[in-house]
Structures are given as C-alpha cells and as structure tokens.
T-cell receptor, first 117, second 111 residues
Framework: AQTVTQSQPEMSVQEAETVTLSCTYD???????LFWYKQPPSRQMILVIR??????QNATENRFSVNFQKAAKSFSLKISDSQLGDTAMYFC??????????????FGQGTILTVHP | DADVTQTPRNRITKTGKRIMLECSQT?????MYWYRQDPGLGLRLIYY???????NKGEISDGYSVSRQAQAKFSLSLESAIPNQTALYFC??????????FGPGTRLTVT
C-alpha cells in the first residue's frame, strides 16, 4: 500500500517570508496525482495545488508552487510572500490513477503552519 | 450555497447508540467518500462509492456502514458508537480521478 509522510509536524514563518513544507511518498506505480490541501481553523478542506506525475513541469498557483522530484518520491510545497491567512494545517495527498487502488486518496499526517505578523 | 453539505455539523452521542451522518452534493459528481480525521493521523478513508451501485471498504471500515441512496446522497452509519469513534468526519466528492471536494465536516463525540 502507498504511504505519504510529512516529517514536519509544525512549522512557523514570518509574514512576507517564504516557507517550504516537505512531503515524501512511497509507491511502485507510475500513474498518479499529488495534491496539497489546506485546512484552516474553520476545518474546511481546501485544495491548494495539484500535480500530475506524468508532467515534469512543477505546478504553480499564484504564491504556491511545488518541487516535484519523481525519482526521489518527494513533493514539497513552497509558499512565497506568506500571509496571515495561510495559517492552517497542510496535508499532502496521493491518488492512483490506475490499478486496484484506483481513485483512493491517501493523506499524510499534516503539518501545522503558523504565520506570524 | 455549499456544493457538499454534511449534517449534523456537530453531534454528541452515548456509547452504544446508533448514529447516521448524512452527506449531499450538488456538484453532479459520480464518486463519493467518507473519511475520518484524527490528530496526528491525517484523514483516513472509511468507505467510498464510485456510483450508486458500487460501495467499497476503505482502510478503516470496521464499525461503520454506508448507504448510497442516490447519486447525490451518501450516508455513514455507526451501528453502535464507541468512544474511539470520536473524530472529525468528512464527506468528499470527485468526478473521476480528480481532486476531491470536501464537505464542512461533522465533529462527532462519543461519551
């Protein structure tokens, strides 16, 4: 079974600075997607960014970008110009796009990010 | 209006009681999921359904059952609640293998 590991239980950053959250995963498959979800104190799960494994280009969404290293099975999230509203729990997640585990999302343990003014 | 709704939003119940959590979606998605969130464990899949006639167990289905009443409705039941089922429960939907859209969550406490 695939696993997703987030090794940083908590991180903090000053407003306007850059922070990187780490995620590694374990799979023998080639066809999958990776996601970062944000969970603010309201507890709503919000999609931040998505990466298809077959794409070499790293995904970017405004201040959020990823560093996807397929061979190393690493998928880190970089938040630039951090804002107070970025304070949240961040989850890395993995989903197969084929095989018997098709369509099932596996989450990491989460990283609590606090942005300080 | 929210695309994925869950009722109730919060619930306190006693050990041994039967409880049902409901999920409805207006996104027209074929796939629906139930997860539970525990501190330090992330979200774990309880059950999932790829269409009305397709129900599958996730990694932690023991003690839970589900019903897909229609494409838009997916309910989770705890037949006899126990304290270690105290958690935050999320329903989610997706269109094929794509990002999942989550409901607001149900905070369940079993005393």
């Amino acid at each position: 079974a695939q696993t997703v590991t987030q090794s940083q239980p908590e991180m903090s950053v000053q407003e306007a600075e850059t922070v990187t959250l780490s995620c590694t995963y374990d799979t023998s498959e080639n066809n999958y997607y990776l996601f970062w979800y944000k969970q603010p104190p309201s507890r709503q799960m919000i999609l931040v960014i998505r990466q298809e494994a077959y794409k070499q280009q790293n995904a970017t969404e405004n201040r959020f970008s990823v560093n996807f290293q397929k061979a190393a099975k690493s998928f880190s999230l970089k938040i630039s110009d951090s804002q107070l509203g970025d304070t949240a729990m961040y989850f890395c997640a993995f989903i197969f796009s084929g095989g018997t585990s098709y369509g099932k999302l596996t989450f990491g343990q989460g990283t609590i990010l606090t942005v300080h003014p | 209006d929210a695309d994925v709704t869950q009722t109730p939003r919060n619930r306190i119940t006693k050990t041994g009681k039967r409880i049902m959590l409901e999920c409805s979606q207006t996104k027209g998605h074929d796939r629906m999921y139930w997860y539970r969130q525990d501190p330090g464990l992330g979200l774990r899949l309880i059950y999932y359904s790829f269409d009305v006639k397709d129900i599958n167990k996730g990694e932690i289905s023991d003690g839970y059952s589900v019903s897909r009443q229609a494409q838009a409705k997916f309910s989770l039941s705890l037949e006899s609640a126990i304290p270690n089922q105290t958690a935050l429960y999320f329903c989610a939907t997706s269109l094929g293998v794509n990002e999942q859209y989550f409901g607001p969550g149900t905070r369940l406490t079993v005393t």
